[in-house]
């Protein structure tokens, strides 16, 4: 099993990216996926996760209206796109899966996944 993100690079504020995930080995179709960030000397923070039907999403308040989490079920993949990028946006980003089928429950917190992406970095220049 390997979720594999793609997407980040070197960018300026004010930009846009898209980060994309792809699972491979398994389905996620019945699990919570999610994006966490990491920045330089900093702990790994929640961003944005969204359930396995796509119905509820939830993110963290300093992203709210300018980041989007998507997921497409059929390619087995899960997206951020991100807008108006800002330099404290600077980060590793991970994208995980939840060990348990259709849940939600704790879905912020990075113990209740089971399954991680190796990160995209996302840098933004002032």
């Known amino acids: 099993v390997q979720l594999q993100a793609s997407g980040g690079g070197l960018v300026q504020a004010g930009d846009s990216l898209r980060l994309s995930c792809v699972a491979s080995g398994r389905t996620f179709s019945r699990n919570t996926m999610a994006w966490f960030r990491q920045a330089p000397g900093k702990e790994r923070e929640f961003v944005a996760f969204?359930?396995?039907?796509?119905?509820?999403?939830y993110y963290e308040d300093s992203v709210k209206g300018r980041f989007t989490i998507a997921r497409d079920n059929a390619k087995n993949t899960l997206y951020l796109q991100m807008n108006i990028l800002k330099p404290e946006d600077t980060a590793a980003y991970y994208c995980?899966?939840?060990?348990?089928?259709?849940?939600?429950?704790?879905?912020?917190?990075?113990?209740?996944?089971?399954?991680w992406g190796q990160g995209t970095l996302v840098t933004v220049s002032s």
């Open positions: 995980a899966a939840e060990r348990t089928d259709y849940s939600v429950y704790n879905a912020r917190l990075a113990q209740v996944y089971e399954y």
């Open positions: 969204i359930s396995w039907s796509g119905g509820t999403s």
